[in-house]
Structure formats: C-alpha cells, structure tokens
C-alpha cells in the first residue's frame, strides 16, 4: 500500500485516484447501457439476463472503485469482497444468456448438466475468494465465464444460426482479452495511470461492444429449433 498512489481529500485518504475514477468511468458506461437495455419494448429472457449483467457490472465498479480501492486503506482486503461477489454475479448473468441460446441445440440431459456445473463453478469462485481474498480466483472465473462460456458458446451459436448479434460480442471478447494481458502483465503507462485504469479503459470498450450485442438480441435460435421440430414431425 505505501507504494500506491494516494491523495487527501477533507483528511480522508484516497488511495489510487486514477483507478476509482476508471472504475467509476466504467460504472458509468455500463449503467448507460442497462439504461438503454431495459428501455426496449420486448422482454425476452435472453435481454432480462443482460440486463442484470450490466446492472450487476455497474454496481460491481462503483464499490470495486470506491471501496475496494479508494478506500482500501480503511476497508482492508475485505473492502474488496462487495465488489468481487457483484462482478462474479455479472459474469453469471451473461453466462446464463450463452448458456440459453447454446440449449437451443443441447438435448434437456445436456442442458442439466450443464446448469448444474454452472451454478457448482460460481459458488466454488465464489467461496475461494473469500476464504484465500485472492483476488486470483476472481480473475479466474472471468477468464472462465468470459473466454470459454460466453465465447465458445455464442460461437457455437452463431455457427447454429448465423445470427449477426453474435458478432459485437466477439469484438467485446477481442477487448476483453486487451483488459487481462494489461492486468497480468502489469502493463502500466505510468505511475498515475496503472494496469488496473488501462485495463478498466480495455474493458469499457468491451461493455459497449455487449450491450450492441445484446441488444439485438433475437429469439432466432428457439425459433430455428421450433422449424426443424416442425419439419421432422
């Protein structure tokens, strides 16, 4: 901690400045975007579990900024768990969304299980990162959730139907991949701007690329699923 970037704002500490303004920057994009989500006409399940990834997401930055770094020097560790939990909870939600339109194609055994796993493997993140406060584990359930989940099976989707909202949602998982590097790597521009804001920047790219995914959003794939069990009946 001492060798954090610190500032005094009426005799309270601020420790990182520049990264409760990138998470509070990201917080801000992101609420826009569950705005403008939640402000469409239809309400399909698919759209329900976006917009709880974006509601979650800007709830997760806004403590993750604020307390889990700003004021860390007050919190300690534990200041970060309100913003861990908030982000894994996001990251469930859009996987919730691959998950559906994958199960469009899954048999009902395939998708159980499937489920089943999905809720085994957020509550083991879940736990390890409160009982280590390793931020490593939040790190490895978005690697899991966004790169392999989301990614693969909205590839596997977009194979099924060729549903052009598949491919905004590639691009997120191309900026995705920047904010990670940054943040393994450490790739830091300076003292006052770290691997945490640019990697914060990478990923306010990757938040505009889901919603413009999200949004067109389509019930293509059940749709698809209903002609051909029409056709074989």
Partial sequence: MDQMHTIELGGIIIQEPSTVLTNLFMAVVAFICWRKLRSKSDRNHLKLFAQLFF??????????????????????MWGKIPGWYLGMASIAMIERVAIRQA?????EK???????????????????????????????HAVYGLFVIVFFFELFYYFKTRDPACKPIFTA??????????????????????????????????????YKGFKALSDKGHRYVQIKAEALS
């Fill in 55 to 76: 509601l979650f997401l800007t709830l997760s930055t806004v403590f993750g900024g604020v307390i889990g770094h700003g004021l860390m020097h007050y919190t300690g």
């Fill in 103 to 107: 199960g469009y194609f899954l048999t």
């Fill in 110 to 140: 395939q998708k159980l299980y499937l489920n089943l796993f999905n809720y085994l493997e957020i509550a083991f993140f879940m736990s390890m990162s409160i009982i280590k406060l390793n931020f490593l584990y939040v790190e490895m």
């Fill in 173 to 210: 998982t191309f900026f995705g991949v920047l904010a990670m590097l940054c943040h393994a790597f450490k790739i830091s521009p300076n003292y006052y701007f770290n691997y945490n804001d640019l990697s914060h920047i990478f990923m306010s790219i990757a938040i505009v690329y889901y």
